[in-house]
Nanobody, 126 residues
Framework: QVQLVESGGALVQPGGSLRLSCAASGFTLDGYAVGWFRQAPGKEREGVSC????????YYADSVKGRFTISRDNTNNTVYLQMNSLTPEDTANYFCAALPLYGSRCPTFTYENDPRGQGTQVTVSL
């Protein structure tokens, strides 16, 4: 059974950090690009970051560039999103998705009903 499970979301104060994990089972993530997306209530889904092929090519939305870092651990079949200097605007449900390894969907953060997890909630507030 193909499954992605996110974890690591929490309530954190502004300026704080979190590390999200995206663990896969039933398939190997190294055959896919993996994107992180977020959606806040009343807002459109937003692509946050994506990591491409095994050479580790990474992409970031302008809103998180310099604050978030995506990485992958193929041995553990997991992708991480390190989030630093969090602001209330980062509050959202974050989910990961397995995207095609080649093509433009990773660099353009284009989600098209790809395998995804249920998400993990990140709340940044005092």
């Amino acid at each position: 059974q193909v499954q992605l499970v996110e974890s690591g979301g929490a309530l954190v104060q502004p300026g704080g950090s979190l590390r999200l994990s995206c663990a896969a089972s039933g398939f190997t993530l190294d055959g896919y690009a993996v994107g992180w997306f977020r959606q806040a209530p009343g807002k459109e889904r937003e692509g946050v970051s994506c990591i491409g092929s095994s050479d580790g090519t990474t992409y970031y939305a302008d809103s998180v560039k310099g604050r978030f870092t995506i990485s992958r651990d193929n041995t553990n079949n997991t992708v991480y999103l390190q989030m630093n200097s969090l602001t209330p605007e980062d509050t959202a449900n974050y989910f990961c998705a397995a995207l095609p390894l080649y093509g433009s969907r990773c660099p353009t953060f284009t989600y098209e009903n790809d395998p995804r997890g249920q998400g993990t909630q990140v709340t940044v507030s005092l």
